[in-house]
């Protein structure tokens, strides 16, 4: 394709099969209508947003890697303590271990949400199983549709503020979620024919910088294939350092906004808070690599 180098990509969106807000068809209208080259949506634990945008079809010229976005537990639980999170690229949307491991992750989340409520109810915040259905849909349920109930319902200002003060790890009414581990989740992946990319490396907590490296070490090892270099939250310092790793270790660059419509109102597919772009040279790099 004859593309210049004003095009632009975004490699991870949620859509209303998990916390975003918008479904899979107005993702594509709008992709199309910013002249994206290629999309992946990537929700939490389901891959129904990349089945129903496969079924819709992709308007031309738009590129389209199916996707998924998986937390995954730590490989050593105290030097990485959060948000390690696996993205799947390109993977078959009907490979029956991939099926099989989301329904587990799904059934889990059903367990959790009224173990969030209880606690919430018990701390004096009145929110009902239907008001976070209503935020949620059909989708699966995660905590900004309950942080979404409570804004609604007054208790909090913002999204931010419920997360902060409720819904946060280690806050009052957090209950962790089940997680598979990153091994499995990797080999997964692989096994669907798919690529795995560490996300937004900037949100894993660790006790300090170079123990990233050892995690990607490690990750790369099980099999990761690639970084998420490109995230909206990552300085110029952090992309520079990232694509350092990624050229160290031989692991491809991904990027993308994180996008979930109203849930995080300041991030816009392919454009994050404003100035965020992803070239599309990016995904010709993937799609290269991936088919050899
Ligand atoms: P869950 O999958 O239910 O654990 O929810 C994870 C989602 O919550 C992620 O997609 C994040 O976008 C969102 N999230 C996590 N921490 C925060 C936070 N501190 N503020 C706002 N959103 C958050
Ligand atoms: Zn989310
Ligand atoms: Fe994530
Ligand atoms: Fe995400």
Redesign the pocket.
């Known amino acids: 394709m004859d593309y210049n180098n004003n095009v632009g990509i975004d490699l991870h969106i949620?859509s209303t099969a998990?916390?975003g807000t918008l479904t899979p068809f107005e993702i594509l209208n709008i992709a199309q209508k910013l002249n994206l080259g290629a999309i992946s949506i990537t929700d939490?634990?389901t891959i129904d947003g990349s089945k129903e945008a496969l079924r819709i079809g992709m308007p031309s010229p738009l590129r389209f890697l199916t996707g998924v976005?998986i937390?995954v537990s730590s490989p050593q639980p105290l030097l990485y303590s959060e948000?390690i999170h696996i993205l799947g690229y390109s993977i078959n949307l009907d490979d029956p271990i991939l099926n099989h491991t989301l329904e587990v992750l799904q059934e889990a989340?059903k367990n959790?949400n009224p173990q969030i409520l209880e606690r919430l109810n018990n701390l004096g915040i009145d929110i009902t199983f239907n008001d976070i259905l209503k935020e949620a849909g059909d989708g699966?349920?995660?905590?900004?549709?309950?942080?979404q109930s409570m804004v609604n319902k007054g208790f909090v200002k913002s999204?931010?503020e419920?997360?902060?003060n409720y819904?946060?790890?280690g806050k009052p009414a957090y209950v962790d979620?089940f997680r598979v581990d990153c091994s499995k989740a990797i080999k997964i992946i692989l096994d669907s024919g798919g690529f795995p990319v560490l996300a937004h490396p900037i949100l894993i907590k660790t006790k300090n910088d170079n123990i990233l490296e050892d995690l990607v070490v490690t990750l790369k090892t099980m099999g990761l294939k690639g970084i998420e270099v490109y995230y909206p939250q990552h300085s110029p310092d952090n992309i520079a350092y990232y694509t350092k790793l990624a050229k160290r270790y031989g692991l491809l660059m991904t990027g993308g906004t994180?996008f979930?419509g109203s849930?995080?109102p300041d991030i816009k597919i392919g454009l994050g808070n404003g100035d965020f772009f992803v070239p599309y040279e990016l995904y010709e790099k993937l799609v290269k690599r991936w088919k050899k």
């Open positions: 949620h998990s916390d939490h634990d976005e937390s948000s989340r959790r699966q349920v995660g905590r900004p549709h309950i942080a999204i931010d419920a997360f902060i819904l946060g790890k979620k994180d979930h849930l995080k």
